[in-house]
């Protein structure tokens, strides 16, 4: 059998498989009935709801022909690794990791690691450019995270300003 | 004359230096995300929102709604310049903007689009202020029952209106709604799908989810095309003023877009975007003046009329907010969250608890939109320049604004890790087509429908025709029932593909 909708076969799976998790979840609590909702009782429902959609949604890009068959094309591994990788460091660097003893090395150092690494993702890497930019954004967020909305952040690792 | 009163009390707050600079700041930074191609009135006031904490809650509400008709205006002017939606809600007047563009009539498209959703605005801030008082009245007499179906009703519209495939829309919604499950039940205290975790306790943030998967699963497919297919191109602008034969094509144009725009504003579900494709479809179908040039090569009235039409709905889509305390879409669902920020409870009873907020909400969108007229017309050539700032200066401030944003509504790294996840999941949706705008709606409303749910089968002892014995929820089921078939119905199916398709 081919699959006619590679998007769709890919999507209908997805419903499936969230909506099965999550009403095999909600089934751990109590279901209780209609006039007396447990707190199991709508993600049921819903879980049940979302599996069938995605069956019906499956079935579909099996049988209903498509212009091209949807391909979903390839992934672009090397922004989507990079971009989150910006983001987790850039939450590491900040808030200090406990499990590895990575101290909090506050908003500076964060801003610059976090434009570096995000750069990474884009077509051309030059140095001196980012450096800039980085200290560009990490100037611009001082003033208006810390001086003007004043927000709780630390700006300097802990090491030092402790 | 309730009505001058009202709006005198809003005019009253809205004219306070404060509030007027807040304004001011939402149009401003509106348009320039408008201009912007990639960075949507969504992501953006999801990153504000965090920002908005320290402000009084009716700056704070001024602001956000200044970003999002905002965005409406510099929308158009991409699109006209650079053949570029810079806003989704502009993707059709690309079709016969850019064309006048082409043949040096920047100008004039420009300006039909400027004064057309001026005006626009002007009747969709009178609509909003005329239809808000009867229609909290009307919600006052709303039960569980009625706000149950209405949610349906709103989920459906926004299912309808979506663009793609119903099925995979459906599908949204309902995992929306079931990641709105996440975190304590508020009747039984249980903690639901929290794998144990403190930090899921209170739910996942909102924000959480919509810088994920519009912030940074948007940058990750925007990096992923290459850089050609990303190129703006900036076109010379001459003449601003469109000729008298302009006017008179324009004008029937935009009465017609300003009115299916405010309809469909209002209507749960619709909102900018949708009023844009049924306007220039509308358009379409009227018949061509002698001498007129046809759609498609850059006829006015392709510019005009869905340019009307999407500040009309920019507009009218906080009359469902404002008085039922119902997000008819993605942009207002934030506003949900802006609003519980400061405490306020969207609904009825923001008109007689906060009605200088209310009021001057209203007020302060007449002034936003005088505002926008004055800032986009003469700063045209500085839009043109900022559209030349390369994007790989903007994505990594992009991210770093995204990640600010999450990390700073619980100052808790956990946040950031959420938001790594649904980055990678917001590309997986881009990558299977699937919309996540429903996904947003049904997140909101996940929570309260099931709230609504039990409450009205409770009172009725767990029997479920309470839905259709009562009047009013039985009415908006009916139309929920309507506008379903209609989508399925062979010809309009179609057609909605057609008017789709034609971006």
Redesign the interface.
Known sequence: MNIKSQKDFFSGLLFMCTGVAFAWGASDYTIGNGARMGPGYFPLVLGILLAVLGAMLTFKALVVETMDGDPIGRLAWKPLFFIIAANLVFGALLGGLAPIKLPAMGLVAAIYALTFIASLAGDAFKFKEILVLASVLALVSYLAFILLLKLPFLVWPAFITA | MDLIANLSLGFGVAFTAQNLMYAFVGCLLGTLIGVLPGIGPLATIAMLL??TY?LPPVAALIMLAGIYYGAQYGGSTTAILVNLPGESSSVVTVIDGYQMARQGRAGPALAAAGLGSFFAGCVGTLILAAFAAPLTELAFKFGPAEYFSLMILGLIGAVVLASG?L??A??MI??G??LG?VGT?V??G?A??TFDTPELTDGIGFIVIAMGVFG?GE???N??K??SERQVFTAKVSGLMPTKEDFKNMLPAVLRGTTLGSILGILPGGGAVMAAFAAYTLEKRTRLRPGEVPFGKGNIRGVAAPESANNAGAQTSFIPLLTLGIPPNAVMALMVGAMTIHNIQPGPQVMTSNPELFWGLIASMWIGNAMLVVLNLPLIGIWIKLLSVP???L???I??F???GV??TN???FD??M??LF??VG??FH????EPAPLLLGFILGPM??EY??RA??L?????SVFLTRPLSAGLLAAALVLLVLVLMPSVKSKREEAFIED
């Open positions: 965090p920002a320290a495939s099925l995979k459906v599908g309902v995992l709604l079931l499950m039940d009747n039984s249980v639901r799908f940074y940058i990750i497919s990096l992923s290459h850089e994007y790989r200066w994505f990594p401030a991210v770093l995204c990640a600010v990390y700073s100052n808790n790294t950031i890790w938001v790594g980055g990678m590309y997986l990558k299977l087509g699937m429908m099931e749910l039990r089968l409770l009725s002892r767990g029997d479920w």
